[in-house]
């Protein structure tokens, strides 16, 4: 076998690679004088092929938050978020707001990872600061804005370092609505209504039934209460703390954190895993 | 020649207080052939004189389009002309990749006379451009992660010619939020908003028709801003036949993205504006009577008798 290795190895790099498909490790391989270029090779398959290695990149999010749902309403744009952050499976942080204003016109909010939307926020305040200092008038309203925070997105995402994040934009500029959405590889669009996350399959069947163009604040506000109930019945990372934020032509507003009314002596909630094989 | 001991660079001032060489640059904006701008709260129009080097050859361009909703005349020397309006033209397309939407006319020409005066600032020891690609005027993705695109962007587009001021005044129409804009970058690095303004040899002609009829272009039609423009024109050339083929003509507006007006249109508003020149001051005074009547009694006649003077060119 030894003489087998060393044959191998001095065919080229490609060999050396294919010793890996044999499952040795490095260190056996290291035994065997192995040429220099091949040891800076497997340094580099070190780092590619270990999970972590010393790779700089986000591999996976730490403290998540979940859904953000944003609507177009009558007068402009609501959006609901609640305050959890996730470590993991365990709800860590009680407070943590993910919905920010933008400038004069926008509002974000977003889902994910809360470091990175802490940087995109970094991002967004320099941008914001630097379109002041023009002093000329002009300003970045909401699709801008969108349209930058795509840009950011998918640029992370093409350096392999994504910014783990859905983000959901609104704002109204010049009585234009505006309400989009990117995700964290960079996929963007703009509608009536928008969700990140789980919100995408809880809260948007609502919303395709029951949104309408000339929705009341009040209206508005009642059907993301309605979609922010059924994610809190159903999606483990919720908590029951939400804010709820309107912007209009006029301003923005962010509201107190409060809780919804909720009711958990349905049937299916008193054992929700009856009749249900092989859970305990 | 007379020497002068003062204008041998740009960094030496004058004991008066004056910088001989950009002097000279805004001296070689009046020997280019002459651009005229004009602008109501709708639209811009842009003119100029197209003169060839010789008989044999054709004339440069002077008019460029820049992006939909800008374009630029330009009047002094072509090649910095040219340059400068790609500088422009990357600066349209790089705001439009990051914000899906037209850059502010007024922040590009800003940016634009940044660019005159860092070219002072280049003759000077330390301000040469760092850390870029050479010829790669702009990366995007150092700009997403500096968000700082109008800062890097003009220090990286520097070109050769960083030893002397930008020979060429350009003047700016375009089109955004606020309305239709109309400016003048000046060689020096100043720059300024006009109602109408006239550049280059004999623009002074048109400067004085544009004076004497600008307070009706506020709100004057998009015809009415190019026959205007055309009268500017004709000004300038002082007895020369005014043809389609000695100017070029362009607009910009609401609903209309900035296009150089073909010739064979242009041809067609010359001969219609003779006509009406000639045959119709009742007809003219509906849109003039302002300038016309109040004009008082001299501009009057003058105005009447180039207009009189040019009705020959109907063919």
């Known amino acids: 076998m030894p003489s087998c290795l060393s044959w191998l190895q001095n065919r080229s790099l490609v060999s050396t690679a294919g010793l890996y498909a044999f499952g040795l490790s490095s260190d056996a391989i290291n035994l065997l004088s192995v040429n220099q270029s091949a040891k800076a090779l497997f340094q580099a398959m070190d780092s590619l092929l270990s999970p972590e290695g010393d790779s700089q990149r986000t591999q996976y999010p730490y403290v998540t938050g979940t859904s953000v749902i944003g609507i177009k309403y009558k007068d402009g744009i609501l959006m609901a978020a609640d305050m959890g952050g996730s470590y993991g499976s365990t709800i860590r942080y009680k407070s943590v707001e993910r919905l920010k204003q933008v400038g004069k016109h926008s509002l974000l909010g977003a889902s994910g990872e809360i470091s990175d939307f802490q940087e995109i926020l970094k991002y967004l305040d320099e941008l914001i600061l630097h379109d002041n200092m023009w002093d000329d008038g002009n300003s970045l309203g909401p699709k801008e804005v969108h349209n930058y925070l795509t840009r950011v997105m998918y640029n992370r995402r093409n350096k392999f370092d994504p910014l783990w994040n859905s983000l959901v934009i609104g704002g109204v500029k010049n009585g234009q609505k505006y309400l989009g959405s990117v995700s964290m590889i960079g996929v963007h669009f703009e509608d009536d209504h928008v969700a990140t996350g789980f919100g995408n399959h809880l809260a948007r069947p609502i919303l395709r039934e029951e949104w309408r163009e000339d929705l009341s604040f009040e209206e508005g506000v009642k059907l993301l209460e309605k979609c922010m109930r059924n994610l809190l019945y159903r999606d483990r990372s919720a908590v029951n703390k939400l804010q709820i934020a309107k912007i209009t032509e006029e301003g923005l507003t962010i509201s107190q954190p409060y809780s919804l009314k909720t009711f958990w002596n349905f049937a299916a909630f008193q054992n929700p895993t009856v009749g249900a094989e092989g859970s305990w | ?315």
């Not at chain 2, 374009?71 to 400068?84: E, F, K, Y």
């Not at chain 2, 590009?108 to 005066?117: E, G, I, M, S, Y």
């Not at chain 2, 400016?183 to 690095?189: M, T």
Request: contains cysteine; negative net charge.
């Open chain 2, 1 to 315: 020649m007379f020497r002068n001991q003062y204008d041998t660079d740009v960094t030496t001032w004058s004991p008066a207080g004056r910088l001989f060489q950009v002097e000279y640059a805004m001296e070689a904006v009046k020997q280019g052939s002459a651009a005229i701008g004009l602008r109501s709260k709708t639209h811009v129009v842009l003119a100029c004189v197209n003169k060839a080097n010789s008989e044999l050859s054709s004339h440069q361009r002077k008019i460029f389009k820049v992006d939909d909703h800008i374009g630029v005349a330009i009047a002094g020397l072509t090649a910095d002309g040219r340059v400068l309006s790609r500088y422009m033209r990357s600066e349209c397309i790089n705001y439009g990749y990051t914000y899906e939407s037209p850059l502010p006319v007024g922040r590009l020409v800003v940016q634009l006379a940044d660019k005159a005066q860092l070219n002072h600032k280049a003759c000077g020891v330390a301000a040469r451009p760092v850390g870029n690609v050479d010829g790669i005027p702009f990366t995007p993705g150092s700009t997403f992660l500096t968000l700082k695109s109008h800062f890097t962007c003009w220090q990286v587009c520097t070109q050769r010619s960083w030893k002397r001021p930008y020979g060429v005044g350009l003047l700016v129409a375009g089109l955004d939020e606020s309305g239709a804009h109309l400016y003048y970058n000046c060689p020096s690095g100043n720059y300024f908003e006009y109602q109408a303004f006239a550049i280059g040899s004999r623009s002074q002609a048109a400067k004085t028709y544009l004076e004497r009829k600008f307070e009706n272009f506020t709100g004057s039609s998009r015809d009415e801003l190019i026959k205007d423009a055309l009268f500017a024109i004709r000004e300038t050339l002082q007895g020369e036949k005014l043809t389609s083929s000695v100017c070029t003509v362009a607009v910009v507006g609401v609903g209309e993205a900035f296009n150089i007006l073909d010739q064979a249109t242009v041809q067609a508003l010359i001969n219609e504006f003779e006509i009406s020149g000639e045959e119709g001051p009742a007809n003219e005074s509906v849109a003039e009577e302002a300038g016309g009547d109040a004009g008082g009694a001299a501009p009057t006649e003058a105005g009447a008798a180039t207009e009189q003077e040019t009705a020959p060119m109907d063919i």
